[in-house]
């Protein structure tokens, strides 16, 4: 089955700055890349996804790019803002219907 | 209109008792998941119905745990002889498009095991 891994586990950045959390997928079938944000007690919510027929794909201050031959995807914050603090969950699509996520990234941006 | 909603919020279960969780999808969703999220992971796959029918229950941990949608709608997730390792957040997620992309999930029904 599909593995994800996601790194870091743990992100600290200043208010204003970029943030890069990056994901690699095992299975060469998958073909759907959501990013979920998930604050404490709350559902994970749906910020970009990308599809395997895509390299990149961008929403404002969010990007999320896609190297299918290295199997990784990464998303990228830009401007950071402290309401971007919460945990980030990469997630993959392969041949079966669910999604395999990361382990998440905390995310803190620092005032 | 509203998203998926999931009951209790919150449930406390002595160990060995029996547990039931409701799963209200968004109305004419088709497929409908089942993740468990343990404290600082991410969410893991439990089982999968596309209307009524269960397409995939690979992700159950054992046997105690049974999971149904009879009429394609609303889902039960059910734990029997509930055991400390059971403690997680169960999420409950929809989706309308034959692809499944994106799921929308509900809040979750946290689940402690005593």
């Known amino acids: 089955g599909e593995n994800v891994e996601q790194h870091p586990s743990t992100l600290s950045v200043q208010e204003g700055d970029s943030a890069v959390i990056k994901c690699t997928y095992s299975d060469s079938a998958s073909n759907y890349f959501p990013w979920y944000k998930q604050e404490l007690g709350k559902r994970p919510q749906l910020i970009i996804d990308?599809?395997?027929?895509?390299g990149e794909k961008k929403d404002q201050r969010i990007a999320v790019t896609l190297n299918k031959t290295a199997k990784h995807f990464s998303l990228h914050i830009t401007e950071t803002q402290p309401e971007d603090s919460a945990v980030y969950f990469c997630a993959a699509r392969g041949g079966a219907d669910g999604l395999t996520f990361g382990k998440g990234t905390h995310l803190i941006i620092q005032p | 209109g509203a998203g998926v909603s999931q009951s209790p919020r919150y449930k406390v279960a002595k160990r060995g008792q029996d547990v039931a969780l409701r799963c209200d999808p968004i109305?004419?969703?088709?497929?409908l998941f089942w993740y468990q999220q343990a404290l600082g992971q991410g969410p893991e796959f439990l089982t999968y119905f596309q209307n009524e029918a269960q397409l995939d229950k690979s992700g159950l941990p054992s046997d105690r745990f049974f999971a149904e949608r009879p009429e394609g709608s609303v889902s039960t997730l059910k734990i029997q002889r509930t055991q400390q390792e059971d403690s997680a957040v169960y999420l409950c997620a929809s989706s309308n498009r034959r692809d499944n992309s994106p799921l929308h999930f509900g809040n979750g029904t946290r689940l402690t095991v005593t």
């Open positions: 990308i599809r395997s027929n895509v």
């Open positions: 109305s004419g969703h088709v497929s």
